[in-house]
C-alpha cells in the first residue's frame, strides 16, 4: 500500500447491536445503567452513553429480529466499571439476571447480562490490576 492508499485506526466509533423492538431495548439497558445520549425514532437508533467517551452503544432496530438467547460463540462487548460485583447486585436489583456469577478474571472480576435478542454486555474491573484501569 502507497502512503496515499493507507489508513490509520483512530479509535472506535460505535458498536451496534441490533435489536427486535426499540422501546424495549432502551427500557432494558437504561434499567441496567445506560443514559441514552440520543434517540432518533425515524432512523431506528438510539445510541447509549459508555462514562465520558463519545463513542458508545448504538441499538439499531432490526424489524426481523424475535428474542433469542445468546449464542455462546458470540462476540462480547465489555465495558470498564469500578466493581463488578456490585454491578452483578445493582443489575440483579433492577431486575436483570446475569448470565452467571461474577467470575474472576487476570484484571479483577466480570459479569455478563444479555439483552432479550442475545447480546450480551460484560462489566468487567481491574481491582486486581489498578494500574491498568481507568481513574474515577
Known amino acids: 500500500m502507497s502512503d496515499e492508499e493507507s489508513y490509520e485506526l483512530l479509535g472506535f466509533d460505535n458498536v451496534l447491536l441490533p435489536v427486535g423492538d426499540l422501546d424495549e431495548?432502551?427500557?432494558?439497558y437504561e434499567r441496567a445503567g445506560f443514559a441514552v445520549g440520543f434517540r432518533l425514532d425515524e432512523a431506528g437508533i438510539a445510541l447509549l452513553k459508555v462514562g465520558g467517551e463519545m463513542p458508545g452503544i448504538l441499538l439499531r432496530h432490526e424489524e426481523t429480529l424475535a428474542h433469542?438467547?445468546?449464542p455462546w460463540l458470540h462476540p462480547r462487548?465489555?465495558?470498564?466499571?469500578?466493581d463488578a460485583r456490585a454491578a452483578a447486585r445493582v443489575l440483579g436489583e433492577a431486575g436483570i439476571v446475569p448470565l452467571d456469577e461474577p467470575f474472576s478474571v487476570t484484571t479483577g472480576w466480570t459479569v455478563e447480562i444479555a439483552d432479550p435478542w442475545g447480546n450480551v454486555i460484560g462489566f468487567t474491573?481491574?481491582?486486581k490490576r489498578r494500574e491498568l484501569g481507568r481513574r474515577p
Open 125 to 127: 474491573d481491574y481491582s
Open 77 to 82: 462487548v465489555w465495558l470498564e466499571v469500578p
Open 68 to 70: 433469542r438467547p445468546p
Open 25 to 28: 431495548a432502551v427500557r432494558f
